[in-house]
Every structure is written in C-alpha cells, then in structure tokens.
C-alpha cells in the first residue's frame, strides 16, 4: 500500500546583499535552476519604466493606495527610497505559503527583518558577501553606469549594509559566483526538509 507524501509549507529564501555583490544574479540563475521557486512581486509607487508590466515586474500603485494598504496590514514589509514606496504583498506570498511554493525575495537587511517579524519560522535568510570590499568596487566600475560620486556613495551603502550580516541565517561569500549559486540553491533544498516545514509529517510516519 502506497502513502502519499505529507503536504508541505513553503519558504521564503531572502537573499540581500550590498549592490555589487551578485544578489541579482544569484536569485535568477536560482530560478533558471529550480522550477519550484517563485519570485516574490513587489509594489511601488513609482512610474512604470519602459518595457515594465503591472504585475509582472511591480504592482504599480498611486500614493494613496500604497497608503491604504499599509494601513489594513496588507504589506508584509515596506519602506520609502528616494522619496517611492515599495513593499511586498502580503495575500500572494502566505497563499504562496499554504500551497506549498516557495517564494525568493531580493530585498534589503530591513525588508528582511520586516518580513521575519510578519512570518515568524517561514523565513530563511541569506546574506552574500563580496570576497573583498576592492571586488566590489571593481565590480561597481565595471557596470560603467555610475558616476565616481555614485560608485563611491554605493561603497558606503555597502558597508552600512554589511553590518547587518549578522540577522541572517546563512552567510556566504561570493568568491566565485557559480559556488555562490550552488550553496544558496543547497540552503534552499535543505530548507524544505525541515520537521516545521511539513505539518503532515507525524501522521504520514504513523501511517508507513
């Protein structure tokens, strides 16, 4: 007689990091990798860029909405950069959840303690680092999009970033970036074997 396997809940991986350090990088080669990992849809009110779709790349909400869904508890985390808001649905990711699918999320070390404190035990975070801070300013030069002046801004962001590598459950140093890959994608897989990920565990052991 065959059992079915226990129903499990899903994970959200946050992977934050000071720009430069292959965050991006890592969480789509992640989804190229794993078709079971979902990117996370933020909102913002900021304008649609060229080639951008509603609901594709943001939520595009007005000021006022944004507002109203911050006020009804709607926004599992949130914040105001450069003068636009941006934050992260609540309904899609805890239905994401109970369904079993695990969401990936490129946010900041605050968006990451937001998102820990609305989804106690449902979130696993992840902090990369550069190998040195004379990478990641290489790496910044080498995008060729930034002034001196903003390379020099971001190195100062990075590093007030870096201080908060201690609120993640994983660190991992990007030396070369297909390792980083391999290990983040390895935190992923471990994740979802955990005892608290799978609430139907006991039964289907008591039914083999």
């Known amino acids: 007689m065959s059992n079915s396997l226990p129903r499990r809940r899903g994970v959200c991986l946050v992977v934050a990091a000071p720009s430069g350090a292959g965050k991006s990088t890592i969480v789509q080669r992640l989804r190229e990798l794993d078709s079971g990992l979902h990117l996370s849809v933020s909102a913002t009110t900021r304008a649609p860029?060229?080639?951008?779709?509603?609901?594709?790349?943001?939520?595009?909400?007005?000021?006022?909405?944004f507002a109203a869904r911050v006020?009804?508890?709607?926004?599992?985390?949130?914040a105001t950069v450069?003068?636009?808001?941006?934050?992260?649905p609540r309904a899609p990711v805890e239905a994401a959840l109970h369904e079993g699918r695990d969401v990936v999320f490129d946010i900041d070390w605050q968006g990451h303690r937001q998102l820990r404190a609305a989804l106690p035990g449902d979130v696993v975070g992840v902090f990369v680092l550069p190998p040195t801070l004379a990478t990641l300013e290489t790496r910044l030069h080498r995008r060729?999009?930034?002034?001196?002046?903003?390379?020099?801004?971001?190195?100062?962001?990075?590093?007030?970033?870096?201080?908060h590598w201690s609120e993640f459950?994983?660190?991992?140093?990007?030396?070369?970036?297909?390792?980083?890959?391999?290990?983040?994608?390895?935190?992923?897989?471990?994740a979802r074997t955990t005892r608290e990920r799978q609430p139907g565990l006991a039964e289907f052991v008591a039914s083999l």
């Not at 030396?175 to 890959?181: K, R």
């Open 82 to 88: 450069f003068g636009n808001s941006y934050g992260t």
């Open 169 to 190: 459950d994983h660190v991992v140093v990007n030396h070369a970036l297909e390792s980083a890959i391999a290990t983040v994608h390895g935190i992923l897989l471990a």
């Open 71 to 78: 006020a009804q508890g709607a926004m599992l985390e949130w």
């Open 144 to 163: 060729g999009e930034d002034s001196e002046a903003e390379v020099a801004r971001r190195m100062q962001a990075a590093r007030a970033e870096m201080a």
């Open 49 to 65: 860029r060229p080639g951008e779709r509603d609901g594709v790349h943001y939520h595009f909400l007005t000021q006022e909405a």
